[in-house]
């Protein structure tokens, strides 16, 4: 297989301090804003699932809301392979617009549809076909914004980089929905929550819609980008053909990066949809603390991923992306089974915050360097698409983790074990991955 031909001049890398800057903001807030659209979803999920998939087994209720996330998540890698092969083609930029503005009319959508309570059936089809819709966009906002940032930032920033795209933007967008549901908490509180405030919550995916045109409006193309287009461009001027993205990435040299990729995102996928993204439900199932209570230590929790984020993103620039994946993955074998066990059997405010801030800090250090390492894997003409398609892959498999762990529950009391265990095993993979893998740091071309 013939690879395209991506070495980059020095004055490609030459990027002012306000490009660089706006990229920054763009991929970390890109992110963020993608991620408050899907957290909106788990912090409505048991009165969602009464809505929507009422059961007599609350646990089969929830795990049908968990199983409705996954299918966003399945979604993902088609979005990614639709916006990554233009994010390669024609700039991170347009691709980056479209799909961020699609996902937050998507979540908008969500508060406008009618419960099985009054259209019966159907209710949940449309729910789920809604999902199909999102996940679509979603897999193109991860393609556009793991991208762009990294390409325009220092080779000694790269894992910071990672750390706060990838970790920063799940801990802001963890943020901004966990203040979105005090306010609407806040507004209606008790059953007045299940009769409108979880529809308040979908529509404030407008707002990132919004934000996502006012920030990406103006924000340049990288200089990786650029010199591509340039290489492009004199190559088809000399008559050779120029390898189209998914093509190159399914071809024999590259379809094997690919597979061994998702050890590495399977489990820090997993780790993270078992950690932040099942915390709302296990406040509310196992502590039953009540919403505004919640809302605060969700807001703690975002902070502490973000730290822990930027923390470990840092330290694969300092000691390779492969010694810290190797290096997380044995603290989260040891760790996360103990932090679960010990919040379900917390009985003071302190405990319970002292354990959920440490279930964060593990879950999202898993995936903090997961970002620039897959960047790392692919020259910059199939960056977007190998990128984005290893991630959403990974992370749709990893996201299925919580429908299993509800299911393999019988009583909500089950779900501290039941997680303590999945857990276990995603990180155990992700052990093998990291053990599998190459060291990449430095490998960006």
Known sequence: MSAPDTSLSPTAMAVGNRQRNSAIVASVLGWSLDLFDLFILLYVAPVVGQLFFPSTHPTWSLAAV???FAVTLLMRPIGSAIFGHYADAYGRKGAMLVAIIGVGLSTAAF?????????????????ILLRLVQGVFVGGVVASTHTIGTESVPANWRGLMSGLVGGGGAGIGALLASVVFLVTSTLFPGDAFAETGWRVMFFSGLLSSFLGWFIFRNLEESPYWKEMQQQKAAKSARGEANHAPLKTLFADGYRNVLLINLLITIGGGAGYYLTSGYMPTFLKLINQLPNQTSSYILM???ISALVAAVLVGALSDMIGRKKTFLLVGVAAIILLPTFYMGLAGASSMTTIVLYALGIAFI??????PVLIF????FPTAM????????WNIGFAIGGMMPTFVSLASPTPADLPLSLSIFAGAVFVLYLVGALIVPETKGNFR
Request: hydrophobic share 40%; aromatic share 8%; net charge positive.
């Open 111 to 127: 508060g406008l549809l009618p419960t099985i309570h009054q259209v019966g059936a159907i209710a949940p089809v449309i729910f």
């Open 300 to 302: 703690a929790s975002s």
């Open 374 to 377: 897959l960047n790392e894997r």
């Open 66 to 68: 968990y199983a409705s």
């Open 363 to 368: 879950g999202n250090a898993g995936y903090a």
């Open 383 to 390: 960056r977007a698409t190998g990128t984005g398609l290893s």
